[in-house]
């Protein structure tokens, strides 16, 4: 599970936690913006690297990743869009069906193109 959480209500008072169903949580804190805000956290490549790390450590483990946000349509469907396609999958619905923050996709996407390029 990767849970996005506001950084200026600290949450939404839920934290997730690894049990028999759950076999890991990322929990990530920023704020659905595309650029800096006085009081609100930007989306930024470490946070980006942890995604992928996160990612690239469950692709085998798990069925099912689980992603959410606070109202699951721009932070959370950036995300679900990028790890589709970093898996191999088709993520054009997530762009017909809705609007992810392009920031954070494009964040993500430029995080994995420079993994490939200095893995070479």
């Known amino acids: ?12 008072g839920v934290r997730f936690s690894e049990n028999q169903f759950c076999k890991g949580v990322l929990t990530l804190y920023f704020d659905d913006i595309v650029t800096e805000v006085d009081g609100a956290i930007l989306f930024d490549d470490d ?3 942890q995604i992928i790390d996160f990612i690239e450590q469950y692709k085998k483990a798990v069925d099912t990743l689980l992603i959410h946000c606070y109202a699951g349509q721009s932070r959370s469907r950036a995300v679900g869009a990028f790890a589709v396609e970093f898996l191999g ?3 054009s619905k997530y ?9 954070i996709y494009d964040a993500l996407y430029s995080a994995w193109i420079i993994r490939q390029i200095t893995d070479t």
């Open 1 to 12: 599970m990767i849970s996005i959480q506001d950084s200026h209500t600290s949450g939404f």
């Open 47 to 49: 946070m980006a690297n």
């Open 89 to 91: 999958g088709d993520n």
């Open 95 to 103: 762009f017909e069906e809705g609007s992810p923050n392009m920031y």
